[in-house]
């Protein structure tokens, strides 16, 4: 029997450790923060009204809910059945957000999943029950293979998708990149995160913040290089609101991670044969919500021209840049790649 392909819609999900994305092809669009949270008691389900939070309604009523984080480096979390449940309540509200309802029945969901670049082969099959029942098929690919897909620089062309939890390298030779094509280090926002409070707690050990107020901070004001403004933020001490600079700190912070990834970039050039380097160097394209950083790409640029020419330009839409590129491989793939690949 022939599928009628008004019931079925596919989607592509970019599976974030801060935020996670979702792109369908009845043109909706959603972006949610990686948290789910379950009420700690009857008195918090009493006042929540509901079984399970997802996305910032989580982080907004967290002192109610067993909060989890269940992505880490972009996947779930080993060992834990309540971060498995976790992520398959994200998955299953971000489809919610853009599932339809035709002739009295749904459409059959047709998912295609990015998940990091080194780690893809092992989270294609931890991902496998953890998925079964919220899609009707799934698909895994690399992040920054979908970001490059979606954009189509599929040739000379160097992926560098930075999140909150990792940061994932790609090399595109115009086909599917092989693993020795592919890195992943961890030197990414959450990373920042953690630089970031130990250099403030240094300077100011009475100031009381939060991991939540850190992030804040750092997407309000994140740079490297020479500073355009000072970085003002306000926090108690001592009982009492008081500002503090913290310039120094989120520059120092933020610039802990361009030394790994520089030389993790450089490292994967070396691997191309040498006719192409040139081509690569000149076509690096920055993805990931870390890639909002100001300064970012410029700084990668120059780290480049130290080793002879390079250029490396952010993308426009870094929150949907990976679901986007994910959806359009679920478009483009035939019946026998997800009869093949689906899990």
């Not at 019931?7 to 949610?32: F, P």
Request: net charge negative.
């Amino acid at each position: 029997m022939i599928e009628d392909s008004r019931d079925i819609i596919y989607v592509g999900i970019d599976l974030g450790t801060s935020r996670s994305s979702i792109s369908a092809s009845n043109g909706k669009r959603h972006v949610v923060d990686s948290y789910v949270g379950w009420p700690v008691d009857v008195d918090a389900r009493e006042l929540i009204k509901k079984p399970v939070l997802v996305g910032r309604d989580a982080l907004d009523n967290r002192p109610l809910l067993d909060l989890r984080r269940p992505l880490e480096h972009g996947t779930r979390k080993e060992g834990s059945e309540k971060d498995q449940e976790a992520v398959r309540e994200l998955v299953r509200h971000l489809i919610s957000l853009v599932e339809t309802e035709e002739r009295g029945k749904k459409s059959k969901v047709r998912a295609v999943v990015g998940v990091p670049a080194e780690t893809f082969r092992v989270n294609r099959h931890n991902l496998r029950n953890t998925m079964a029942g919220v899609a009707d098929s799934v698909m895994m690919v690399s992040q920054p293979c979908a970001v490059a897909y979606g954009l189509e620089a599929l040739l000379h062309c160097l992926v560098i998708d930075i999140g909150a939890g990792t940061a994932d390298f790609c090399v595109m030779r115009g086909r599917y990149p092989t693993e020795e094509d592919q890195q992943t280090i961890p030197n990414a926002g959450d990373s920042i995160d953690e630089q970031l409070t130990k250099l403030i707690r240094e300077r100011h050990p009475d100031a009381q913040f939060s991991i939540h107020m850190i992030r804040e901070w750092k997407e309000q004001h994140s740079f490297v290089g020479e500073p355009k403004n000072r970085v003002i933020v306000t926090v108690p001490i001592m009982g009492k609101a008081a500002e503090i600079d913290i310039t120094q700190e989120m520059r120092s912070a933020c610039e802990s991670i361009l030394g790994p990834i520089c030389e993790t970039l450089t490292g994967l050039l070396m691997k191309v044969e040498p006719e192409y380097r040139s081509k690569m160097r000149n076509n690096v394209i920055v993805a990931g919500g870390t890639s909002l950083i100001s300064g970012l790409p410029e700084a990668i640029t120059k780290a480049l021209k130290d080793t002879g020419s390079g250029r490396a330009t952010a993308v426009i839409d870094p929150a949907f840049t990976g679901s986007d590129g994910s959806l359009a491989i679920a478009r483009d793939a035939s019946p026998s790649d997800w009869d093949q690949l689906s899990l």
